[in-house]
């Protein structure tokens, strides 16, 4: 089954600490890539979103993601975090690869906790 | 209003009753979706309509499970015969286009946390 991965499933850094999160998804067509993130007792927020062009994308307070097609990746990362990025990360996939593009498929998500 | 909004955001129930989920999209959307999440799980998708219209509810798991958007805005999860597999989060989603494209992008409510004991 067409799938994504998310690796780390709850990450703990320090404040001003680089953040990577890995997410990577098992189709070589088409897609369209997303990172949501929910805070604590909030709902899901679009963080930012790939469709075509330029594979780096940059996203809402100061996140950025690199689509790799080769790799099916595409990883989430931020320079320096805050302890307020202390949230829950969720990849998703949408295209063919799930049906359409009406349909997101998301990983399970990676608990972020940021220490002051 | 400004968001995607949901109600209610608690629900507890006994196994066997039935319950109702309902979702207010954003004003102006015309597609509407619904996905469930379970505990450490990302959610996964259940149905979703264009306007009035239930285009895919491929997701939906079993009969128990329907939804309708009866005039093209608000719209109702219903689930019969609750079971305690069943306690999940309940998310809606809406979206600004109609058709299956490519650059539409979908905005998420609150949920509805879903108790059956």
């Known amino acids: 089954a067409q799938s994504v991965s998310q690796h780390n499933h709850h990450v703990i850094l320090s404040e001003a600490a680089s953040l990577e999160l890995g997410c990577n998804y098992s189709y070589g067509g088409t897609v369209n890539l997303f990172w949501y993130v929910q805070y604590p007792g909030q709902h899901l927020q679009l963080l930012l979103k790939y469709f075509s062009g330029d594979p780096l994308v940059k996203g809402i307070k100061g996140f950025e993601a690199e689509f790799i097609k080769s790799k099916f990746s595409f990883n989430l990362r931020k320079p320096s975090v805050q302890w307020s990025d202390t949230a829950e990360y969720f990849c998703?996939?949408?295209?063919?690869?799930?049906?359409?593009?009406?349909?997101?498929?998301f990983g399970a998500g990676t608990r972020l906790a940021v220490h002051p | 209003g400004a968001g995607v909004s949901q109600s209610p955001r608690y629900k507890v129930t006994k196994r066997g009753q039935d319950v109702a989920l309902r979702c207010d999209p954003i004003?102006?959307?015309?597609?509407l979706y619904w996905y469930r999440q379970a505990l450490g799980q990302g959610p996964e998708f259940l149905t979703y309509f264009n306007y009035e219209a239930q285009q895919d509810k491929s997701g939906l798991p079993n009969d128990r499970f329907s939804a309708e958007r009866p005039e093209g805005s608000i719209s109702t999860l219903t689930i019969q015969r609750t079971e305690q597999r069943d306690s999940a989060m309940y998310r809606c989603?809406?979206?600004?286009?109609?058709?299956?494209?490519?650059?539409?992008?979908?905005?998420f409510g609150p949920g509805t946390r879903l108790t059956v004991l």
């Open positions: 998703a996939v949408r295209g063919p690869i799930s049906g359409g593009y009406n349909k997101l498929i």
């Open positions: 004003s102006g959307h015309v597609s």
């Open positions: 989603a809406s979206s600004l286009l109609e058709i299956d494209s490519p650059s539409d992008t979908q905005y």
